[in-house]
């Protein structure tokens, strides 16, 4: 089966720059992403990480080491709107790789 | 494109009762997933469909829901009959490649059981 960990809450404020981290454990890896979603509303998919290194879009990045089953989330110039539950979610062989795994999620609360 | 369409968006209804809950994927989305949300237990996998076909219903938690996708452009999932530990939101996602380019979620219906 699979297996993933990320913190259950992380603050910071307004500006500043914040890490998601996300520990998995599985078998037959094909990938890691990203699901961003605030109260009351759906997951919205972020970002895929099928190999190493650091992903870029805008002020979202993520980031992917295999060989470390690790990956998370960087934040930069936090704002107010970013303050939503961020989950991370496994590919992997089950299922030719055709379904996600979700984390417990991170509940992240900007401040001013 | 209107994304995917949920209905309804909420329901109360009383235990013992049947419930039925819709889902419209993205048009050439060949893969749609039913999942459920608890604070307990996070986004649970129910079941997935590829080109309206079950694969994997493994996550349905018992004989009492069930799931049908009768053509490319329509799901339902049932609860017969409901228990308050039903109480939950339920997400229909579709995809085109089963998640390499990430799911697209609807709205999600809330589901109160009393």
């Known amino acids: 089966g699979q297996s993933l960990e990320q913190p259950s809450e992380v603050t910071a404020v307004e500006g500043a720059i914040v890490q998601i981290n996300c520990t998995y454990q599985?078998?037959?890896?094909?990938?890691l992403s990203w699901y961003q979603q605030h109260d009351g509303g759906a997951p919205t998919f972020l970002s895929y990480?099928?190999?190493?290194g650091l992903e870029e879009t805008g002020r979202f990045s993520s980031f992917l080491s295999r060989s470390d089953s690790y990956g998370y989330l960087l934040l930069q110039e936090l704002q107010m709107k970013d303050s939503a539950s961020y989950f991370c979610a496994v590919r992997d062989r089950s299922n030719a790789g055709n379904m996600l795994t979700f984390g417990g999620g991170t509940r992240l609360m900007v401040k001013p | 494109d209107a994304g995917v369409i949920q209905s309804p968006r909420h329901e109360v209804t009383e235990m013992g009762q049947e419930v039925t809950l819709r889902c419209k994927p993205i048009s050439g989305h060949d893969y749609l997933f039913w999942y459920r949300q608890t604070m307990m237990r996070g986004l649970e996998l129910l079941i997935y469909f590829n080109n309206n076909v079950p694969i994997d219903d493994s996550g349905m938690p018992e004989d009492r829901f069930s799931a049908k996708m009768p053509n490319a452009s329509f799901s339902t999932l049932k609860i017969q009959p409901s228990e308050p530990r039903d109480s939950a939101v339920y997400f229909c996602a579709s995809s085109r490649d089963g998640g390499l380019h990430g799911y697209t979620f609807g709205s999600g219906t809330r589901l109160t059981v009393v």
């Open positions: 990480n099928a190999l190493d």
């Open positions: 599985t078998s037959g890896f094909y990938g």
